[in-house]
């Protein structure tokens, strides 16, 4: 396995760290990935009652300050490679910063601790002092957080308890519509005499609701059992390995298992805070996939009115590299059918050519929608929870918020790839006939990729789930 390999999953791990703290929140209720079965469970942030916006996600501001280990053990160099962990940090970081999404609602900073003095005994007590706060929690400075990073070298003792009680002053009160966390970077335990379990747990307990992830190097397992209770007593997740493969293989392990969603609206996922931002007054397409012979074009939608709206339409033009008309497309069938002001949707623009070449180009977007009415041709159900499951099927527990009984739920997924990217949307199009949900009852639903043609090999780390019905016989 070649050191740049590994690397590269390293980066992709920390990414995903920082995209799950984004999606997830401060209810995760993450498993230490080195010591049992790896899930992902995590809770949106539910609506307030009586809101005309089911979809809580569009509000939710979710603050995050990145902690890295600057002591003097992060030039030792990370097994079988001559790179200092403390480089594979800044690179990975690095890395890390430039995916961040930068949109309304999510802020990050950046704080180093161990960066005074040195590791020697008399440079102790100043090393257990040092922490500083490098970059506010406000807005993504993405120049900043680069400039950062790469400012200091690895030198002092490693005051874990010490960086979290500082970065408890760097966050406002946390509440229904804010999350709070940490990623803290470290490649050894506590050596300033901190308790840092009993103050993530504080932290965690407190007014700021502060959860507490770990991402360690290279740990004996005295040192990894030492530093897992600073994740679990602070609400958040370790994520423990011997290399940056192995950590990377962690990662990936704990979403491919399971990845569990809960939410509060006629779309649920894991995908919200990959999306690009909405066009302030429009109706706005905002991602387009790659294309796939007899599916289609798969697109999001975002809804920015200022007003409910159903029916929507997404109408596309296609053009060869060259310029070259090949025809025009339009969408079928979207989900949901209900898109609410500051909610998404999505579907696949159909062109009825075959397969599209290779570097299709896309013009003359079109987006149509009518009023909300109160007697749709679709009813959407209320997403509470999505599951992805080892064998690919994705499973939804929906709640039938209607006056009416519905049948003939229909589930459907846009994936993506952990960079944000749309990879494809597919629809279960026959639905589940014999499935009637009674108003106010909820069920189960799968989303099938056999049956909706989704026609993916890998992994789906990231997405969109909805189930729409239609009203039910008398």
């Known amino acids: 396995m070649s050191t740049a390999g590994a690397f590269d999953r390293t980066v992709r791990s920390l990414a995903l760290v920082l995209l799950l703290v984004a999606a997830l929140g401060s209810g995760s209720a993450l498993g230490v990935a080195a010591a049992q079965e790896p899930t992902v469970t995590a809770e949106a942030v539910a609506t307030d009652e009586g809101t005309d916006d089911p979809l809580g996600a569009s509000t939710l501001t979710v603050n995050v300050e990145l902690i890295l280990d600057s002591s003097g053990s992060m030039a030792e160099t990370l097994p079988g490679t001559d790179q200092p962990r403390i480089e594979a940090a800044r690179q990975a970081l690095a890395e ?3 995916r961040i999404p930068e949109r309304d609602g999510l802020n990050v900073g950046f704080r180093v601790y161990g960066h005074e003095g040195s590791n020697r005994e008399e440079d102790r007590a100043e090393s257990c002092r040092s922490t500083e706060l490098l970059v506010p929690i406000a807005g993504v400075d993405k120049q900043a957080l680069r400039e ?11 005051p874990l308890a010490r960086a979290l009680e500082a970065a408890a ?5 946390g509440g229904e519509s804010v999350t709070n966390a940490v990623i803290m970077v470290t490649d050894g335990e506590e050596t300033c005499g901190g308790d840092p379990c009993r103050v993530a747990g504080e932290l965690n307990a407190a007014e700021i609701a502060l959860t507490t992830h770990v991402v360690c190097f290279a740990l004996t397992d005295e040192q990894r059992e030492a530093v897992a209770c600073i994740a679990e007593d602070g609400g958040g997740e370790l994520f423990a390995a011997d290399d940056a493969a192995s950590l990377s293989e962690a990662v990936f392990a704990a979403l491919e298992q399971q990845l569990a969603i809960t939410t509060a609206g006629y779309v649920g996922g894991n995908a919200f805070s990959l999306l690009e931002p909405c066009e302030a007054g429009d109706l706005s397409l905002i991602a387009v996939g790659p294309p796939e012979e007899g599916i289609g074009v798969p697109v999001v939608v975002c809804n920015e009115t200022g007003e409910d709206v159903e029916g929507v339409e997404v109408s596309l033009i296609a053009r060869s590299a060259d310029g070259e008309l090949i025809g025009q497309g339009a969408t079928l069938s979207i989900f949901p059918y209900v898109v609410v002001d500051g909610g998404v949707a999505f ?3 159909y062109f009825g050519v075959g397969q599209l070449p290779e570097g299709a180009e896309y013009d003359d977007v079109e987006v149509a929608s009518q009023p909300r009415s109160d007697d749709p041709l679709f009813f959407d159900t209320t997403v509470e929870e999505a599951t992805v499951q080892e064998d690919g ?4 527990i929906v709640r039938n918020d209607h006056e009416q009984d519905v049948s003939n739920l229909r589930p459907a997924v846009a994936c993506f790839d952990e960079a944000g990217e749309l990879l494809e949307v597919g629809e279960n199009v ?3 006939a014999d499935t009637s949900l009674a108003a106010g009852d909820e069920t189960t639903v799968a989303f099938t990729p056999e049956r909706g043609g989704f026609g993916l090999t890998g992994p789906c780390p990231a997405f969109l789930f909805a189930a729409q019905a239609q009203a039910a016989l008398p």
């Open 430 to 432: 026959l639905g589940a």
């Open 393 to 396: 099927r994705i499973i939804g």
């Open 169 to 173: 002053g760097d966050f406002e009160p």
């Open 96 to 98: 890390v910063i430039d």
């Open 347 to 349: 579907g696949n623009v």
């Open 148 to 158: 950062r990073v790469e400012v200091f070298e690895p030198t002092g003792w490693i």
